[in-house]
């Protein structure tokens, strides 16, 4: 019978009355207490003893139910979140064979007793507090089922020693499965799913969900998200190097202490790696937290495009520069953290004096953007980090707070750009903070360090779904989605002369607003514009902001203004660095001739 490896206690953790977990269950065979026979059927087995696994320890609480922890992340004890697992050597009469024989007896206890609707925590008698009810009401679905459920559910897991106590749990999102017959990843029937704080664990939280093992002869696989793995991202780039575009760099920029790849990318036409070419960059890093697997979606989506025919991506490799660190972490999503290294460090949290030795990633990259901040030749415009949320919906994004009160007003248009042409996008739930925990942040830090002209954001992609503005209904995100919505075509211009035109009529105006006291772009504050997070009334009232009318000179597009040799950095309203914020959106626009223009004001194309 395989085990699980057992380790010491570690110092200051306590996850309940029983040791403490060191590492992932390996083949585990779970046996009932006092059973003295060979192993059979309905014995199951955990594993989680592979890439970005995570699973520390099993408890038998019944013949059906169990209670699961999470291993925490490596030398740091405080985190954990992250659990990706399978479960083997499934019952017989847990299969698809026995489903009618249940219904057929579950018809006849209806007929006795019928059942009124979906067992939930307060629909069963005598039951004293919410916690108790909720497993109490697993327990009923396992045992004697329900004519409202699509299954009859026969195994309950109990995820019981989170380190959060919010989760999108409670919002309707439910674990990932899939199987070997069924390899595509599908979220688990929400109303399946219970996320409450319980008594039998010191009050911790658990998330519990039932299930039914409808094929005995499949291995099934859970897991806290959609997976996305070292090795996945490693053949992703080998694919895309063996294309030989001549456009698509990829070069070591380091490696982590375990000795993985640093990955560092360059797309841009070659004419802008010429030796004393001027370069405008765009800096992307992602999965410096290694459980936040949307990031590395959102970061192959903005990968795919920008490489490429759509004339938009032509467009940004003539003009821009863009550099991608895709996973910061790469130990830590090997190793299943979640938000640790190996050695148990918050990457972002170190930017301020990042180790070579601990923080080897991290140091590599600050090395990079520091050499660019001293190059004459080099402007990088854009710092973006790429994250997800655990208890938010909707993309969202974090940016600083300056003293110069026009920077941060200029720093605040791109978030509203994104609100205006990404339906994901969630301006009411950005906001703008210098909070002294998060100065170690690359946001923070390179927002400290770089020159008025360079935006630095975190982008926040929900780990669960996304609210359309004006609705309350969620749509979960999928790995295409995920990966679409990491599209930069969402922010481009498709006239990209256009676009340069209309950003210098607004930064005219919003000289001439200053001057007269005025804020002519509006909604731009250091706490979200009003309503909850996330709350779509606040998006429909923002949206409704008056509108500035701005004209868009008619014609044959013109090339962006080129600075010359011995002539002065141009100003910043001229600075071509906008060209991928898309100024329109034809798909939202409110009338033949308009094209809202994502600050709430509206643009009029005399030509249209």
Not at 366 to 378: G, H, R
Request: one cysteine or more.
């Amino acid at each position: 019978m395989a085990e699980r490896s057992q380790t010491a206690p570690e110092a200051g953790y306590d996850i309940g009355n029983d040791d403490a977990i060191g590492g992932n269950v390996s083949k585990y065979l779970v046996l009932p207490s006092g059973y003295c026979g060979q192993p059979k059927k309905g014995h199951l087995i955990f594993d989680a003893c592979f890439e970005s696994g995570n699973l520390g320890r099993v408890d038998q609480v019944s013949e059906f139910e169990y209670d699961l922890f999470i291993r925490p992340d490596t030398c740091n004890p405080r985190f954990r979140v992250w659990f990706n697992f399978t479960v083997e050597n499934v019952k017989e009469s847990q299969s698809q064979r026995e489903r009618e024989k249940e219904r057929q007896r579950h018809r006849q206890r209806e007929k006795q007793a019928p059942c009124t609707g979906s067992p939930t925590w307060d629909s069963i008698p005598g039951l004293q507090d919410r916690a108790l009810g909720q497993r109490q009401a697993l327990n009923h679905c396992a045992t004697q089922g329900s004519q409202h459920l699509n299954f009859i559910m026969r195994v309950i897991f109990n995820i019981v020693n989170f380190s959060k106590t919010k989760s999108l749990y409670r919002d309707g999102m439910a674990p990932m499965v899939k199987s070997t017959s069924r390899p595509k990843w599908q979220r688990l029937p929400p109303k399946n799913v219970y996320y409450y704080r319980c008594p039998d664990h010191r009050k911790n939280y658990v998330m519990s969900f039932a299930f039914c093992f409808d094929r005995e002869e499949d291995i099934y696989q859970f897991a806290y998200c959609y997976p996305y793995t070292y090795t996945r991202f490693q053949h992703y780039l080998d694919g895309l190097q063996k294309r030989n575009m001549d456009y698509f760099f990829r070069e070591q920029l380091g490696q982590s202490v375990q000795q993985r790849q640093l990955d560092l990318l360059t797309i841009t036409s070659p004419d802008n790696l010429r030796e004393g070419a001027e370069k405008k960059v765009v800096f992307i890093t992602g999965r410096v937290h290694p459980g936040e697997t949307p990031s590395s979606f959102v970061c192959q989506g903005i990968i795919d495009f920008l490489i490429s025919q759509h004339p938009i991506a032509h467009v940004l490799r003539e003009h821009l520069v863009f550099k991608i660190a895709p996973m910061l972490n790469p130990d830590g999503v090997y190793l299943g953290n979640y938000r640790c290294s190996l050695m148990g460090f918050d990457l972002n949290r170190h930017w301020l004096d990042p180790s070579p030795w601990a923080h080897p990633t991290l140091h590599g990259v600050k090395q990079l953007i520091i050499q660019m901040y001293n190059d004459p030749k080099t402007s990088l415009e854009f710092y973006i980090d790429i994250h997800a949320h655990s208890t938010m919906m909707n993309g969202f994004m974090y940016g600083n707070i300056f003293e110069d009160e026009e920077r941060f007003q200029r720093q605040a248009i791109f978030p509203k750009l994104l609100c205006q042409n990404a339906e994901d996008f969630s301006y009411s739930s950005t906001s703008f903070n210098r909070d002294a925990v998060k100065a170690g942040t690359g946001r923070r830090f390179l927002g400290g360090l770089l020159d008025h002209t360079s935006y630095c954001y975190t982008l926040e992609v929900s780990f669960y779904s996304y609210i359309i503005g004006g609705t309350t209904a969620a749509v979960p995100y999928t790995e295409e989605a995920c990966i679409l919505g990491g599209s930069p075509q969402a922010w481009a211009s498709p006239h990209p002369a256009e676009s340069i035109q209309v950003w210098q009529d607004l930064m005219g105006r919003y000289e001439a607003g200053k001057e007269r006291g005025k804020n002519v772009f509006g909604l731009l504050s250091a706490e979200p514009p009003g309503g909850e997070s996330g709350d779509p009334g606040a998006e429909a009232a923002e949206r409704k902001a008056p509108s500035l009318q701005v004209p868009i000179p008619a014609g044959p597009s013109q090339q962006p203004p080129q600075r010359q040799r011995g002539q002065e950095e141009l100003s910043e309203p001229q600075r071509p660095f906008k060209l991928f914020l898309r100024t329109w959106s034809p798909g939202r626009s409110c009338g033949g001739t308009s094209m809202h223009f994502p600050l709430g004001h509206e643009i009029i194309h005399p030509s249209l």
